[in-house]
């Protein structure tokens, strides 16, 4: 699929090339003027400081680590709320380590600092997981995944779990002709899209989807 991906995204470039437009413009025209980004690692308080709109940390325990490894990952979600203020976006990265049980816990623990979204908490495949974490979420918590799904077919299936984002990367899931059509299945569900990563790649269709003004640095 990764073949597959950047052939289809060589293909878009070749298209802008011949007709003398960026690809955003194919895909329809930019419904902004800018993208927010916001950035991944320990630190989103440097983030913070280089303009980033949000964090997104990884979690170091998961359910062989048991409450104390939750108490941990709380301490750390805590301590950068304290130094990023309330409104600045924090969130999790679960990295498909966690099982609904302990997910759930987490999430709710996390609660109180005004995460904004817990991410890949199960492997990809767990879509009854997805859909019992999403049901057992705090309100006002987002559930996404999609980073590792590779045909349309299973994002279809990630969407009718109810999840609030999906993240597909472009380099991953067959290009942006795939991602066009991911979006448009989060769209009939109003679902958001928040691409993984793939740089500029994704750039252009994020500005052009009229649900989503933020992407992933």
């Not at 994704?202 to 500005?207: E, K, L, P, W």
């Amino acid at each position: 699929m990764n073949t597959i991906s950047c052939v289809d995204l060589a293909l878009w470039d070749l298209f802008g090339k011949v007709v003398g437009l960026p690809v955003y413009k194919l895909l329809g025209g930019a419904v902004r003027d800018e993208i927010q980004f916001y950035a991944t690692g320990a630190r989103p308080d440097l983030a913070q400081e280089m303009g980033f709109i949000g964090g997104k940390m990884p979690t170091h325990w998961g359910p062989h680590d048991g409450d104390a490894g939750i108490r941990k990952d709380v301490a750390m979600v805590a301590d950068m709320r304290e130094k990023c203020g309330p409104d600045f976006w924090l969130m999790l990265d679960c990295w498909m380590s966690q099982d609904v049980n302990y997910a759930t816990k987490l999430a709710h623990a996390c609660a109180p600092y005004n995460l904004k979204w817990i991410e890949e908490c199960l492997p990809p495949q767990q879509y009854e997981g997805y859909r019992e974490l999403k049901r057992q979420a705090p309100a006002g918590m987002m559930v996404t995944s999609g980073e590792h799904h590779g045909t349309l077919q299973s994002f279809r299936t990630l969407s009718e779990t109810g999840i609030d984002i999906m993240q597909p990367d472009v380099g991953w899931c067959g290009g942006l002709t795939t991602l066009v059509e991911i979006a448009a299945i989060a769209k009939a569900r109003g679902q958001l899209v928040v691409p993984h990563g793939s740089s500029v790649y994704s750039h252009h269709a994020v500005i052009t989807l009229p649900t989503r003004r933020s992407a992933s640095f």
